[in-house]
T-cell receptor
Framework: DAKTTQPTSMDCAEGRAANLPCNHS???????VYWYRQIHSQGPQYIIH???NNETNEMASLIITEDRKSSTLILPHATLRDTAVYYC?????????FGKGTRLSVIA | EAQVTQNPRYLITVTGKKLTVTCSQN?????MSWYRQDPGLGLRQIYY???????DKGDVPEGYKVSRKEKRNFPLILESPSPNQTSLYFC????????????FGPGTRLLVL
């Protein structure tokens, strides 16, 4: 299973783009990258996943480098409600292995 | 609305008094799972089920039981709760062919005295 590393914490100004990086240098060719977030004490929420192409949905965009060793989750216009812990997870992890994630604080 | 529901959301009980936490999903998912979350330890899987009448142990199954008699329900049973089972519990579900895209319930905060 692909191990991931993320910064412990990040701040972002409200209304600005939040860019959350993730390193997954051990990911194999057929392993997807999944992103979840957990708002304080709520259930984790699936955000997006991708294999090698960039992906976008109503919540976020996912940019995966060509060598697939890292990715960036982008919240285009962060709001206070986006304050949460964000987890980057390599597929093949069932059960999901959440790690410590990145604590994103969106500041007014 | 597609959702996973858990009941109760909060529970205080005493050591040894059997309890059940219910979990129900309305998305016709085959896969269901229970996790517990503790400070510094992250989310750990307790039990999971790939379909009706099929259950299996996760990473921390000791002290817990589950059943899957219907596709939509996956109750977590603590036959004789102990204080080390004080935790935040989450139920999750997904399609069998997409187990990494899980939908989580709101959580049940349990305190065992």
């Amino acid at each position: 299973d692909a191990k991931t590393t993320q910064p412990t914490s990040m701040d972002c100004a409200e209304g600005r783009a939040a860019n959350l990086p993730c390193n997954h240098s051990t990911i194999s060719g057929n392993e997807y990258v999944y992103w979840y977030r957990q708002i304080h004490s709520q259930g984790p929420q699936y955000i997006i996943h991708g294999l090698k192409n960039n992906e976008t949905n109503e919540m976020a965009s996912l940019i995966i480098t060509e060598d697939r060793k890292s990715s960036t989750l982008i919240l285009p216009h962060a709001t206070l409600r986006d304050t949460a812990v964000y987890y980057c997870i390599g597929s093949g992890n069932t059960p999901l292995v959440f790690g410590k994630g990145t604590r994103l604080s969106v500041i007014a | 609305e597609a959702q996973v529901t858990q009941n109760p959301r909060y529970l205080i009980t005493v050591t040894g008094k059997k309890l059940t936490v219910t979990c129900s999903q309305n998305m016709n998912h085959e896969y269901m799972s229970w996790y517990r979350q503790d400070p510094g330890l992250g989310l750990r899987q307790i039990y999971y089920s790939m379909n009706v009448e099929v259950t299996d142990k996760g990473d921390v199954p000791e002290g817990y039981k589950v059943s899957r008699k219907e596709k939509r329900n996956f109750p977590l049973i603590l036959e004789s709760p102990s204080p080390n089972q004080t935790s935040l519990y989450f139920c999750a579900s997904s399609y069998l062919q997409d187990q990494e895209t899980q939908y989580f319930g709101p959580g049940t905060r349990l305190l065992v005295l």
